[in-house]
Protein backbone atom coordinates (compact mmCIF):
# COMPACT_ATOMS: atom_id res chain seq x y z
CA UNK A 1 0.00 0.00 0.00
CA UNK A 2 1.08 3.95 -1.01
CA UNK A 3 0.82 4.87 2.94
CA UNK A 4 -0.18 8.38 3.32
CA UNK A 5 0.31 10.69 0.03
CA UNK A 6 0.09 14.35 -0.14
CA UNK A 7 0.02 16.43 -3.46
CA UNK A 8 0.91 18.52 -4.90
CA UNK A 9 4.98 18.07 -3.90
CA UNK A 10 5.27 22.18 -4.07
CA UNK A 11 3.08 25.05 -5.16
CA UNK A 12 3.71 28.96 -5.15
CA UNK A 13 0.89 31.14 -4.41
CA UNK A 14 0.42 34.70 -4.49
CA UNK A 15 -1.26 36.84 -1.63
CA UNK A 16 -4.97 36.51 -1.04
CA UNK A 17 -5.11 33.22 -3.19
CA UNK A 18 -6.90 30.38 -2.08
CA UNK A 19 -5.80 26.40 -2.49
CA UNK A 20 -6.48 22.83 -1.25
CA UNK A 21 -3.94 20.65 0.06
CA UNK A 22 -4.70 16.93 -0.20
CA UNK A 23 -3.83 13.92 1.84
CA UNK A 24 -4.97 10.48 1.24
CA UNK A 25 -4.14 7.41 3.56
CA UNK A 26 -4.95 3.21 2.61
CA UNK A 27 -3.97 2.29 5.92
CA UNK A 28 -7.79 2.33 7.10
CA UNK A 29 -6.20 4.75 10.00
CA UNK A 30 -9.36 6.18 11.84
CA UNK A 31 -7.23 9.37 13.45
CA UNK A 32 -5.01 12.19 10.65
CA UNK A 33 -3.63 15.04 10.90
CA UNK A 34 -1.96 18.15 9.15
CA UNK A 35 1.18 19.49 10.78
CA UNK A 36 3.40 22.30 9.30
CA UNK A 37 6.82 23.21 9.87
CA UNK A 38 8.81 26.10 9.71
CA UNK A 39 12.45 26.54 9.24
CA UNK A 40 14.39 25.27 11.70
CA UNK A 41 11.47 24.21 13.82
CA UNK A 42 9.27 21.40 15.04
CA UNK A 43 6.33 20.26 13.50
CA UNK A 44 2.91 21.93 14.92
CA UNK A 45 -0.52 20.95 14.74
CA UNK A 46 -2.76 22.75 12.85
CA UNK A 47 -6.25 20.35 12.93
CA UNK A 48 -6.97 16.76 13.44
CA UNK A 49 -9.73 14.13 13.03
CA UNK A 50 -10.54 11.26 15.26
CA UNK A 51 -13.12 10.06 12.32
CA UNK A 52 -15.07 10.99 9.02
CA UNK A 53 -17.11 14.08 10.11
CA UNK A 54 -15.40 14.66 13.30
CA UNK A 55 -12.63 17.46 13.37
CA UNK A 56 -10.81 20.40 15.19
CA UNK A 57 -8.17 22.51 16.06
CA UNK A 58 -4.35 21.95 16.94
CA UNK A 59 -2.15 24.81 18.31
CA UNK A 60 -2.20 26.35 14.63
CA UNK A 61 -5.42 26.39 13.36
CA UNK A 62 -5.91 30.17 12.25
CA UNK A 63 -6.24 30.95 8.19
CA UNK A 64 -7.00 27.52 7.58
CA UNK A 65 -10.23 24.97 7.49
CA UNK A 66 -10.45 20.86 7.04
CA UNK A 67 -13.04 18.81 6.51
CA UNK A 68 -13.18 15.13 6.12
CA UNK A 69 -15.89 13.06 4.08
CA UNK A 70 -14.05 9.60 4.42
CA UNK A 71 -12.02 7.87 6.12
CA UNK A 72 -9.30 7.77 3.57
CA UNK A 73 -8.79 11.88 2.81
CA UNK A 74 -8.51 14.82 5.15
CA UNK A 75 -8.41 17.65 3.25
CA UNK A 76 -6.27 20.99 4.16
CA UNK A 77 -7.98 24.61 2.73
CA UNK A 78 -6.53 27.47 2.94
CA UNK A 79 -8.34 31.01 2.62
CA UNK A 80 -6.85 34.25 1.71
CA UNK A 81 -2.69 32.89 1.58
CA UNK A 82 -0.17 35.13 3.69
CA UNK A 83 3.59 34.73 3.63
CA UNK A 84 2.98 33.91 7.53
CA UNK A 85 1.41 30.66 5.86
CA UNK A 86 5.13 29.82 3.42
CA UNK A 87 5.78 26.15 5.22
CA UNK A 88 6.16 22.72 4.93
CA UNK A 89 2.95 21.05 5.56
CA UNK A 90 2.86 17.32 6.45
CA UNK A 91 -0.05 14.97 6.97
CA UNK A 92 0.07 12.28 9.09
CA UNK A 93 -2.10 9.46 10.44
CA UNK A 94 -2.32 6.42 13.24
CA UNK A 95 -4.96 3.74 14.57
CA UNK A 96 -6.76 3.96 17.78
CA UNK A 97 -8.71 1.98 19.30
CA UNK A 98 -10.03 2.66 23.01
CA UNK A 99 -7.22 3.74 24.88
CA UNK A 100 -4.25 2.09 22.53
CA UNK A 101 -2.46 4.19 20.19
CA UNK A 102 -0.25 3.34 17.52
CA UNK A 103 2.78 4.79 15.53
CA UNK A 104 1.79 7.92 13.70
CA UNK A 105 2.91 7.62 10.08
CA UNK A 106 3.47 10.71 7.86
CA UNK A 107 3.27 11.77 4.31
CA UNK A 108 6.20 13.21 1.93
CA UNK A 109 5.08 17.10 2.48
CA UNK A 110 3.94 19.65 0.54
CA UNK A 111 6.34 22.74 0.18
CA UNK A 112 4.43 26.02 -0.03
CA UNK A 113 5.52 29.19 -0.55
CA UNK A 114 3.45 32.51 -0.22
CA UNK A 115 4.72 35.61 -2.30
CA UNK B 1 0.91 22.07 27.54
CA UNK B 2 3.89 19.99 27.40
CA UNK B 3 7.03 20.61 26.39
CA UNK B 4 9.19 18.82 24.95
CA UNK B 5 13.04 20.01 25.30
CA UNK B 6 16.01 18.44 23.41
CA UNK B 7 19.79 17.89 23.27
CA UNK B 8 21.76 18.88 22.12
CA UNK B 9 20.84 21.34 19.40
CA UNK B 10 24.08 20.11 17.38
CA UNK B 11 25.84 17.21 16.82
CA UNK B 12 28.87 16.46 14.61
CA UNK B 13 30.67 13.07 14.39
CA UNK B 14 32.97 11.63 12.38
CA UNK B 15 31.55 8.24 11.17
CA UNK B 16 31.78 5.33 12.86
CA UNK B 17 31.34 7.44 15.97
CA UNK B 18 28.68 6.78 18.91
CA UNK B 19 26.37 9.16 20.16
CA UNK B 20 23.20 9.58 22.21
CA UNK B 21 20.24 12.42 22.06
CA UNK B 22 18.08 12.77 24.87
CA UNK B 23 14.50 14.21 24.95
CA UNK B 24 13.00 15.60 28.15
CA UNK B 25 9.36 15.94 28.52
CA UNK B 26 6.87 18.05 31.03
CA UNK B 27 4.13 15.63 31.79
CA UNK B 28 3.40 12.08 31.40
CA UNK B 29 2.54 10.92 27.92
CA UNK B 30 0.81 8.82 26.11
CA UNK B 31 2.97 8.37 23.14
CA UNK B 32 6.19 9.10 22.60
CA UNK B 33 8.09 9.08 18.80
CA UNK B 34 11.52 9.59 17.32
CA UNK B 35 11.45 10.20 13.83
CA UNK B 36 14.56 11.02 11.60
CA UNK B 37 14.08 13.83 8.86
CA UNK B 38 16.21 13.11 6.12
CA UNK B 39 18.04 16.03 4.38
CA UNK B 40 15.28 15.84 1.90
CA UNK B 41 12.98 16.58 4.28
CA UNK B 42 11.33 13.33 4.52
CA UNK B 43 10.42 12.20 8.51
CA UNK B 44 11.10 8.50 9.07
CA UNK B 45 9.83 6.73 12.14
CA UNK B 46 12.45 5.18 13.83
CA UNK B 47 10.93 4.16 17.16
CA UNK B 48 7.21 4.20 18.98
CA UNK B 49 8.59 4.04 22.57
CA UNK B 50 6.18 5.45 25.66
CA UNK B 51 7.98 3.23 27.74
CA UNK B 52 10.92 0.78 27.74
CA UNK B 53 13.55 -0.03 25.34
CA UNK B 54 13.69 -0.89 22.17
CA UNK B 55 16.29 -1.56 19.32
CA UNK B 56 16.19 -1.71 15.57
CA UNK B 57 20.08 -2.51 14.28
CA UNK B 58 22.19 0.37 15.56
CA UNK B 59 19.91 2.10 16.56
CA UNK B 60 18.31 2.04 19.99
CA UNK B 61 15.75 4.15 22.02
CA UNK B 62 14.96 3.72 26.34
CA UNK B 63 12.22 6.07 27.99
CA UNK B 64 11.79 6.31 31.76
CA UNK B 65 8.25 7.58 31.75
CA UNK B 66 8.49 8.26 35.46
CA UNK B 67 11.42 10.66 35.37
CA UNK B 68 9.76 11.85 31.55
CA UNK B 69 13.45 11.22 29.50
CA UNK B 70 14.00 9.26 26.39
CA UNK B 71 17.02 8.64 25.29
CA UNK B 72 18.50 7.68 21.52
CA UNK B 73 21.77 5.60 20.73
CA UNK B 74 23.07 5.73 17.59
CA UNK B 75 26.03 2.99 16.96
CA UNK B 76 28.83 3.08 14.57
CA UNK B 77 27.59 6.19 12.62
CA UNK B 78 27.53 6.45 8.97
CA UNK B 79 27.08 9.64 6.36
CA UNK B 80 23.59 8.44 5.95
CA UNK B 81 22.17 8.61 9.49
CA UNK B 82 23.23 12.86 9.08
CA UNK B 83 19.85 14.57 9.11
CA UNK B 84 17.55 16.13 11.61
CA UNK B 85 16.17 13.50 14.96
CA UNK B 86 12.97 14.89 16.50
CA UNK B 87 10.80 13.49 19.61
CA UNK B 88 7.61 14.12 19.62
CA UNK B 89 4.95 12.89 22.24
CA UNK B 90 1.64 12.74 22.69
CA UNK B 91 0.79 14.07 26.53
CA UNK B 92 -1.92 13.74 29.00
CA UNK B 93 -2.80 15.61 31.24
CA UNK B 94 -5.70 13.98 32.75
CA UNK B 95 -7.75 13.77 29.16
CA UNK B 96 -8.01 12.20 26.06
CA UNK B 97 -5.51 12.92 24.10
CA UNK B 98 -6.92 12.35 20.13
CA UNK B 99 -2.91 11.54 19.62
CA UNK B 100 -2.00 14.96 18.70
CA UNK B 101 1.74 14.45 18.78
CA UNK B 102 3.83 17.65 20.26
CA UNK B 103 7.40 18.10 18.75
CA UNK B 104 11.13 18.90 20.30
CA UNK B 105 13.27 21.42 18.50
CA UNK B 106 15.38 18.14 17.12
CA UNK B 107 19.13 17.80 17.28
CA UNK B 108 21.15 18.39 13.87
CA UNK B 109 23.57 15.82 13.40
CA UNK B 110 26.41 15.75 10.81
CA UNK B 111 28.33 12.62 10.18
CA UNK B 112 31.46 13.07 8.36
CA UNK B 113 33.16 10.36 6.58
Known amino acids: NAGVTQTPKFRILKIGQSMTLQCAQD?????MYWYRQDPGMGLKLIYY???????DKGEVPNGYNVSRSTTEDFPLRLELAAPSQTSVYFC??????????????FGPGTRLLVL | GIQVEQSPPDLILQEGANSTLRCNFSDSVNNLQWFHQNPWGQLINLFYIPSGTKQNGRLSATTVATERYSLLYISSSQTTDSGVYFCAVDGNAGGTSYGKLTFGQGTILTVHP
Open chain 1, 49 to 55: SVGAGIT
Open chain 1, 27 to 31: MNHNY
Open chain 1, 92 to 105: ASSYASGGARETQY
